[in-house]
């Protein structure tokens, strides 16, 4: 078992290297990148437990973004909270529309589910740029910063970076305890889940609400981030970002979608022509991943790792137990 | 007021006709495609193109369309759902339609521009208020392919081996039909038909690449609520939410549309799930 005492190494790096990383590079603008990858990995982090584990496609998480992100500047610039205080409400916010929109949709079939989620997405880019006492229309509202320490880009970094690491620490969690086995148990089969008695229809929605709290999390942060917001900024588009991301990463492996979505956010970022093209892009990546590599990157990398270590593959390795099958079929004949 | 129904109608007309190229596709491979709505993106576009831009005639405008559909139609056959219906893993297919549907919506929108273009006019008539042929055009050839497809279904050879698929593929193929031929043919009729909305609802609609998105999720609701498989539930589905999206536009503001929309799946669905003429289907083992 040499990888159980590999993995916190890894893991310790990983994190050294990340904390770091405000003092290694001087770019204000990579940093500023790093630290958008953070704020999309808080939404992705507990979507990929709604998509990747539970199997629900929820193609509107940009909703709940865009909400979590008005959320925060309302209540943090117009009405002068705490912008703590107005991170925490606009994540509340979130969960109780997460629980509004999950009620009645998470009980219809995969498609159906998909369908009503776009429909949030498309309904709520409408609505910002309708409401316009509330919204500024497509004027757009500025965003407020965090108090001293993470008013510089280092600070928000480490901030960002912090909420992050809180954010995957509780998924994988979740991932791994009892919750985890619930998901993958219904994905998989729904019917073999009830029949061992997970609540299907709970869990989902106690997923989708936690997923929606992280979602005005990011949201808050993501306004921040950008110091302005319009309609604009939260199109369908960025919905089928985060879910690609999840997807060519890998369904139900905690790290796979943060290597996705670290690709899929720095390419066009750090590949000023990329831009233009990056929506074809993540579909062609979608299709070509869905078609090759239905598993995603996650799971080709643990294919190798575990070849790498020369673990033997467990799907060969079942050998019938010839002696006492021949034993017990002469005992049955005798 | 009059103008408000008969335009609402129109856009009915319209989503029955999407809700009727979902059925296409679904009889043969239980697929829901989320690329269903760019047929009519991709027809229309080509048209407007051809005919304004290149001066094209009409007719050639016309067929060229209905060859893009076509094409359009068999390829996403083959790129994205032979494979996937293959590997028979039922989440994977809304990925891969998603993933064509983007890339197809991107493509059109990066040759073709993002603003709306107009749409030639298919008849030489002056603008006659609500007997334009903008609105009329939709909503006859709508009746029309449903007529149709319902003669196609009960007639034709090919059209019983669509039946005898959507109800169960396995002993069609037991009985020696050619399913994945089957498959194919129905992408491409899903296609043209596609394409002849696209080419019928121009005038209402414009060339938008954004129609796409718009429309398959229009004609998805027109289809849930009409109840999957039935052409007259698609007809009437599109009505309903044709009328309602018009008089909600009317009376509350064109910004309501989709709320209005949303909400009427989600309720007939939680009352109603197989739809108002759908038939239901309990066995889940």
Known sequence: MTHTRIKPVVVGLFALLAVALPWMTGNVYYLHVATLIGVYWVLIATLNLLVGFTGQLSVGHVGLLAIGAYAFCLLAGGQGWNPFLALLAGGAICAVIGLLLGLPSLRLPGFYFAMATLAFGLIVSELALAEQWLTNGSVGMPAPSFPAPFDTPGGFYWLVLGIAGLVTWMTANLARLMWGRAMVALRDSTVAASSVAVPIYRTKLIVFVFSGFTAGIAGGLYATSQTYITPDAFIVNLGIYFFVAIIIGGRGVIIGPFIGAAVLAAIPELVGPLAKYGTFFYGLILLIVVLVLPGGFGELIATLAAKLRREPQSATSIEPDLPSLRNAVRGQKA | ???????????????????????????????????????????????????????????????????????????????????????????????????????????????????????????????????????????????????????????????????????????????????????????????????????????????????????????????????????????????????????????FGAEYQKTIAIGLLILLLVVRPQGLFGTTQVRQV
């Open chain 2, 1 to 251: 007021m009059l103008l408000v129904i008969v335009s609402g109608l129109a856009l009915g007309g319209l989503y029955g006709m999407t809700a009727l190229v979902y059925n296409v596709m679904y009889s043969t491979s239980k697929v829901l495609s989320f690329g269903t709505g760019q047929f009519a993106m991709v027809g229309g576009i080509c048209t407007a193109w051809l005919v304004l831009d290149l001066h094209w005639p009409l007719w050639a405008g016309l067929i060229a369309c209905l060859v893009s559909g076509a094409a359009f139609g068999w390829l996403s056959e083959v790129i994205a759902v032979r494979r996937i219906v293959a590997a028979s893993d039922e989440h994977l297919w809304v990925l891969s339609t998603l993933a064509l549907s983007t890339m197809v919506q991107e493509a059109m929108s990066l040759v073709w521009g993002t603003d709306p273009t107009p749409f030639p006019r298919v008849l030489p008539q002056e603008f006659a208020g609500i007997f334009d042929q903008k609105f009329w055009l939709p909503m006859i050839l709508a009746v029309l392919m449903a007529v149709g497809l319902e003669q196609f279904y009960r007639r034709s050879m090919v059209g019983k081996l669509f039946i005898a698929m959507s109800e169960d593929s396995f002993a069609a193929r037991a009985r020696g039909v050619a399913t994945d031929r089957m498959r194919s043919l129905s992408y491409v009729l899903a296609g043209v038909l596609g394409a002849l909305s696209g080419f019928a609802g121009g005038q209402l609609t414009f060339a938008d690449f954004a129609l796409g998105t718009a429309l398959g999720l229009s004609g998805f609701i027109a289809l849930a609520v009409g109840g999957i498989g039935s052409s007259v539930g698609a007809l009437v589905g599109g009505a309903i939410l044709g009328m309602l999206t018009s008089l909600t536009a009317h009376y």
